[in-house]
């Protein structure tokens, strides 16, 4: 068992930059792929980044490739979202997911076994 949960989100300026951590408790986080995705208010949620188990890979919506960097830490059983150059369109609830069959390619909920809750991000112009 896994259990996720978000922190770092808040109020932002267009062009201003947050970072989101996700910890991560249970043994076998570094086992498993993960990560990020958002939900804007009457959309439905969509992917923003993961990363490998390892960390050596990653991948990106087309949407925040080039403004966004996904990272992790096994020994502080955490992950990163560096979000830079940001946007009103990038205001959401953002979501840790992770899953032992995720992976860096991982871009559809059902690949995730486990969710955090979200923390708000909010962009204004």
């Known amino acids: 068992q896994v259990q996720l949960v978000e922190s770092g989100g808040g109020l932002v300026q267009a062009g201003g930059s947050l970072r989101l951590s996700c910890a991560a408790s249970?043994?076998?986080?570094?086992?498993?792929?993960m990560g990020w995705f958002r939900q804007a208010p009457g959309k439905e949620r969509e992917f923003v980044s993961a990363?490998?188990?390892?960390?050596?890979?990653?991948g990106y919506a087309d949407s925040v490739k080039g403004r966004f960097t996904i990272s992790r830490d096994n020994a502080k059983g955490a992950v990163y979202l560096q979000m830079n150059s940001l946007k009103p369109e990038d205001t959401a609830v953002y979501y840790c997911?992770?899953?032992?069959?995720?992976?860096?390619?991982?871009?559809?909920?059902?690949?995730?076994?486990?969710w955090g809750q979200g923390t708000q991000v909010t962009v204004s112009s």
């Open positions: 990363i490998s188990w390892s960390g050596g890979v990653t």
């Open positions: 249970g043994r076998t986080f570094s086992s498993y792929g």
């Open positions: 997911a992770g899953g032992s069959r995720a992976s860096s390619r991982s871009r559809r909920e059902y690949e995730y076994d486990y």
